[in-house]
Nanobody, 121 residues
Framework: QVQLVESGGGLVQPGGSLRLSCAASGIIFRLYAMGWYRQVPGKQRELVAAITSGDNTNYTDSVKGRFTISKDNAKNTVYLQMNSLRPEDTAVYYC???????????????WGQGTQVTVSS
């Protein structure tokens, strides 16, 4: 059974920092691309940051220079370090694990339950 368990969310003041963690089980972690998405009510879920199995990273423009994604294959964990947080970063953050099936060439996605990040004074 695949599980992605996020932690580290909470309430932080503007300009502050948080580090999100996502611990994965039930998958061969090193074979997956890992991502962090976020969603606010009434809007589509958006990709925030992703890291491939080969450690290539990409970020949405609004978080470049402020957020850093990393992973530890030995701990089956992906992290999102968030600095200089802004009120517009407030959202539920979801962890995603993705790989492409060699048989069907379709994406296989797993999701965590989400963790709330609130940036407010």
């Amino acid at each position: 059974q695949v599980q992605l368990v996020e932690s580290g969310g909470g309430l932080v003041q503007p300009g502050g920092s948080l580090r999100l963690s996502c611990a994965a089980s039930g998958i061969i972690f090193r074979l997956y691309a890992m991502g962090w998405y976020r969603q606010v009510p009434g809007k589509q879920r958006e990709l925030v940051a992703a890291i491939t199995s080969g450690d290539n990273t990409n970020y949405t423009d609004s978080v470049k220079g402020r957020f850093t994604i990393s992973k530890d294959n030995a701990k089956n964990t992906v992290y999102l370090q968030m600095n200089s947080l802004r009120p517009e970063d407030t959202a539920v953050y979801y962890c995603n694990a993705r790989r492409i099936s060699r048989i069907t060439n379709q994406a296989i996605d797993y999701w965590g339950q989400g963790t709330q990040v609130t940036v407010s004074s």
